[in-house]
């Protein structure tokens, strides 16, 4: 994985949104306020070709939301 970003839910601070960056190993967390509309995650991962071919990162957003069902 090169890049991700994105904005994340947490279900422990549920009425703020955090955004959340990934640059080579470094990491950032950060509270950007309330939310603005519904609530929800949206990622956008950049990587080498074949990144998730034993889908790996399919499966772990799957249980992330039967969890929260």
Same mark, same amino acid.
């Given at each position: 994985? %090169?890049?991700?970003? =994105?904005? *994340?839910?947490? +279900?422990? +601070?549920?009425? @703020?949104?955090?955004? %959340? !960056?990934? #640059?080579?190993?470094? *990491?950032?967390?950060?509270?950007?306020?309330?939310?603005?509309? @519904?609530?929800? @995650?949206?990622? #956008?991962? +950049? =990587?080498?070709? =074949? *990144?998730? !071919?034993? =889908? %790996? *990162? !399919?499966? !772990?957003?799957?249980?992330?939301?039967?969890?929260?069902?």
């Amino acid at each position: 994985m %090169f890049r991700a970003k =994105g904005v *994340l839910y947490c +279900i422990d +601070i549920p009425d @703020t949104r955090i955004v %959340f !960056q990934k #640059v080579g190993s470094r *990491l950032e967390f950060r509270h950007d306020g309330p939310w603005r509309g @519904t609530p929800e @995650t949206r990622l #956008v991962i +950049i =990587g080498e070709d =074949g *990144l998730d !071919q034993d =889908g %790996f *990162l !399919q499966k !772990q957003m799957e249980q992330s939301l039967a969890a929260r069902s």
